[in-house]
Structures are given as C-alpha cells and as structure tokens.
C-alpha cells in the first residue's frame, strides 16, 4: 500500500515535471521569438514615423513602386475615380525608366516621395552608401519629375539609428505604415481588405503596392476605399497627415 502510495506521488511528480518541461518549451517557442523582435524594437532610439496621434478620422493610403508598369496605371484610375489623393514612394530607377507614369502620378495630384534607389536594406550600409542611396533617388526624382520629396520609405521599411539620422539630415523624414496590407504577398483579395478594414484607426499611414509582382492591389483597392469612407474616415496624403493632431504630434 506504501509502495502503491509512494509510486503514485512519484507519477504525479514526474507529470508535474513533465507539464513544466512543456510549458517551458511551449514558452520557449511563443515568447523566445518576441521577446527577440521586441528587444530589437527597443534597441532603436529613433524610428520612422508610421501614424500620426489625432482623433481626426484621417488615414494615408501610401503605394510602393519598384518593380512595372501594369499595375500602377490601374492605381492610378481607380484613385482618380474615386477622388483619392495619396502618396506614392518610388524608387529612383523605376522613376527614371517609368517618366511617363511618374509624370501621371504627379499631374493626377498625388504626392512624390521617395523609395530609394537600389531596393536593399539600409541597416546594413555605411552612412556614405546611405547617402549614395537616398541621393541618387532624389537626384532621378528631380531629373525626372522636377520634385525635391522629402519624405522616405526606406526599402522594406528597415532602419536602424545610424538610418535615420543619415535620412533626418539629408532633409528627409523617414515614413513607414501602421497598416500593412501585405498585398505584396497576394494573400488573397479579400484578405488584403480586411486586413486593412480591420486595423483602421485616425491618423494611420496604410502600406500598399502598385509593382508588378503585386498582383491583388488593383482588385482590393476599390472596396478598402469604399469601405473606409463608409466608416467615416477621409483620405489624406502623408504631409497633410503629418499636420494633423495636437501640436502636430507624431508617433515616431
Ligand atoms: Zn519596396
């Protein structure tokens, strides 16, 4: 009996020791990762700006281009049919190859900014390949369209410190998005549009994409635009977002 009553606590401990081993791998595998990315997160003193604090029921709708010329001219009708001003971040040899579409961006109203010139990831560039970077953008831009932007978007949003104040002191604010609508990775028509109808709120900068490997943009479009209005929001161009809100505050 002793022995039956000791076994038992011995299997009950060793269960115990069991569901503490798997909650420690389960930990493990759910915290390990975002604990990484949030010490990462925290790591940077400075950070691009991805919304704007207000209670105006305001959103930016942003579009990358790198890459085409298929989809960028059905943004393009689209916003002019619905009378959508919005703010496009292109890279400086898509300007320079594309003039024509450029220039149409430009004369539809909406607004030039900048997506650098070769599509790589600043973080890992000296200050000098930054500046080689985000200059030749600016230069083609200029040349092109006879714009100086200010504001960037730095290739697939990354940054570190050194990158952001390399962009602050060439005269640029770097912009990323709180809503990313990861039509870059044709995930479905409707699964871009709730992913942006779900994360709506003022002063929210939305990232969408008008190259040509994006294949769902010109199809979710029209409904997020729709949908948006519907609840009640307006569409503004980043600079005009930037404006908004108490003393023009800022969220990094
Ligand atoms: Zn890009």
């Not at 009950?12 to 915290?31: E, G, Y």
């Not at 997160?41 to 305001?58: C, F, L, Q």
Request: aromatic share 6%.
């Amino acid at each position: 009996m002793r022995l039956f009553f000791i076994s038992i606590a011995a299997l009950k401990k060793l269960c115990c020791r069991l569901l503490l081993l798997a909650a420690i791998i389960a930990a493990a595998i759910l915290l390990i990762p975002k604990g990484i990315r949030y010490i990462e997160v925290i790591s940077h003193r400075y950070h691009p700006i991805y919304a704007v604090e207000t209670d105006e029921k305001a959103v930016a709708l942003t579009f990358d281009i790198s890459w085409g010329s298929a989809m960028a001219p059905k943004v393009l009708k689209i916003l002019k049919d619905h009378q959508v001003p919005a703010t496009f971040f292109l890279s400086g040899p898509w300007v320079e190859t594309h003039a024509d579409l450029a220039g149409q961006i430009l004369a539809d109203g909406h607004e030039i900014a900048s997506h650098g010139h070769k599509h790589v990831n600043f973080s890992p560039l000296s200050k000098d390949q930054i500046i080689d970077n985000v200059m030749s953008a600016h230069n083609s831009i200029k040349k092109t369209l006879n714009v100086e932007p200010s504001l960037i978007r730095t290739p697939n949003g990354d940054f570190d410190d050194e990158a952001i104040l390399t962009i602050k002191e060439l005269g640029y604010l770097a912009i990323d998005w709180m809503i990313d609508s990861l039509d870059w990775k044709n995930p479905g028509v409707d699964a871009i549009i709730s992913r942006v109808l779900k994360r709506l709120q003022p002063g929210a900068i939305i990232l969408m994409h008008a190259s040509d490997s994006c294949k769902m943009t010109d199809a979710a479009l029209p409904v997020i635009i729709k949908e948006t209005r519907s609840a009640g929001y307006r569409f503004v161009k980043v600079s005009e977002l930037l404006t908004l809100g108490p003393n023009n505050t800022r969220i990094r």
